[in-house]
C-alpha cells in the first residue's frame, strides 16, 4: 500500500471536513503494497483508512464497493465505505477515485501459523458461500485474458527456462479448463494473501482489500490462499502442518465436487502464475525507476512455488 498520489494537510482536513468524522488530528501514509496510495487517518472520533484508487477509474471501483458491503451485510469484518455529507461513499480526490474505511483493530501478521491457516480456512469457506448470492458477476481484470496478453508481452523480458514455463503452464492449464468450463464460481476476493488479514492478538479480526474481487472458480481463491499462506517463501514447498489445518477447517465448512477435487492441483499452479505474472509486469515495469522497484515484491518468490508444486501437489483431502 504505497504512497502514489501526495496530499498535504490542508488536503486531508478539507476531505475530513466532507465526513462525519470530527477534526483531522494526524495522517501518515502507507508502505508497503504495489497498487493504491493509502494513508491512516486519525480524527477527534477515531482511526481511519483513506485509500485513492491508482489503477481503476472512477466507474469500475462500484463493484468492488459492492461486494464489500454484501459481505458486510453478511457479517465480516471487512472495510465498507463510509458515507459523506452529501451522501456518497466514492468521491475524486487529486483526479483520483477515493474512499474512507474504518481501521479496524489488530495487525498484519510477520508470518503465518498452523492456528491462523486454521481460522482462514473456516472464513474463507464462508466467504465463497456468502458470495453464491452477489448479483453481480464481474469477470477478473487479472483473469484468463489479462494472463494470455500479459505473458505474451512479459516473454521478452524472461530467460528461455522462464519463458518455457510460464507458456506452458498456461497452455496445460488452457486445455484442463476448456474440458472443464462448468466448475462452481462464487465472489472471490482474489488477493487473500495474509497481508490481507488483521489479527487482534491470535483472532482473525478483519478481511482487507478486496479490489482483485471477481467472479471465478472456488478452488482458484482457495489455491490463491493455500499458495500464500502454507508455503515456505526460501523454497516454494509446502508446509503440510499448515496445509492440512487450512483445508481441514475449509472442508470442515465447504464441501467440494468430484471436479473441484480433481481440478485442485490446475488450481495450485495457475494461481502462482497468475501472480508470478502481476509481479513480474511490475517488476519490469518499474526496473528504470530505483524508486519504485524498490517497493515492488520479488516475482521468483512465485517461481518457486510453481516450481515446487510441480514436484509434488498433495491431494485437496489429503489429511
Avoid at 524508486?291 to 512465485?302: G, T, V
Wanted: aromatic share 12%; glycine share 6%; charged share 25%.
Amino acid at each position: 500500500m504505497a504512497v502514489y498520489t501526495s496530499l498535504s494537510e490542508s488536503d486531508m482536513r478539507a476531505l475530513v471536513a466532507d465526513y462525519y468524522l470530527g477534526e483531522l488530528v494526524s495522517f501518515q501514509g502507507i508502505s508497503g503494497g504495489v497498487e493504491n496510495t493509502n494513508y491512516f487517518l486519525t480524527t477527534t472520533t477515531g482511526k481511519y483508512v483513506l485509500t485513492l484508487f491508482e489503477e481503476f477509474e472512477y466507474d469500475e471501483v462500484p463493484y468492488f464497493l459492492d461486494v464489500v458491503a454484501h459481505l458486510k451485510h453478511k457479517g465480516f469484518n471487512v472495510p465498507a465505505a463510509l458515507i459523506d455529507i452529501h451522501g456518497e461513499r466514492l468521491r475524486m480526490v487529486k483526479q483520483r477515485p477515493a474512499i474512507i474505511v474504518d481501521c479496524f483493530p489488530g495487525e498484519g501478521l510477520e508470518q503465518t501459523s498452523v492456528e491462523s491457516c486454521r481460522q482462514m480456512g473456516a472464513v474463507l469457506a464462508k466467504l465463497h458461500i456468502a458470495g453464491e448470492d452477489f448479483s453481480d458477476h464481474r469477470e477478473s481484470h487479472r483473469g484468463m485474458a489479462w494472463w494470455h496478453a500479459t505473458s505474451k508481452a512479459i516473454l521478452p523480458e524472461l530467460e528461455p527456462q522462464q519463458a518455457a514455463l510460464l507458456t506452458s503452464q498456461i497452455a496445460e492449464f488452457d486445455a484442463f479448463i476448456a474440458e472443464h468450463d462448468d466448475l462452481p464460481k462464487t465472489t472471490i476476493h482474489g488477493d487473500l494473501f495474509f497481508n490481507n488479514t488483521l489479527f487482534d492478538g491470535d483472532v482473525l479480526s478483519a478481511i482487507i482489500d478486496f479490489y482483485n474481487a471477481c467472479y471465478s472458480w472456488v478452488m482458484y481463491d482457495l489455491a490463491i490462499v493455500v499458495n500464500d499462506w502454507c508455503s515456505d517463501i526460501e523454497t516454494g514447498e509446502l508446509d503440510m502442518a499448515k496445509y492440512r489445518a487450512l483445508l481441514k477447517a475449509y472442508l470442515y465448512e465447504r464441501e467440494p465436487s468430484a471436479d473441484e477435487i480433481k481440478a485442485w492441483p490446475y488450481m495450485l499452479r495457475i494461481a502462482a502464475v497468475r501472480f508470478w505474472l502481476s509481479r513480474l509486469e511490475a517488476w519490469h515495469g518499474a526496473k528504470d525507476d530505483p524508486e519504485r522497484l524498490a517497493q515492488q515484491h520479488d516475482p521468483r518468490e512465485l517461481q518457486r512455488i510453481l516450481e515446487a508444486r510441480l514436484r509434488y501437489t498433495p491431494a485437496l483431502m489429503e489429511f
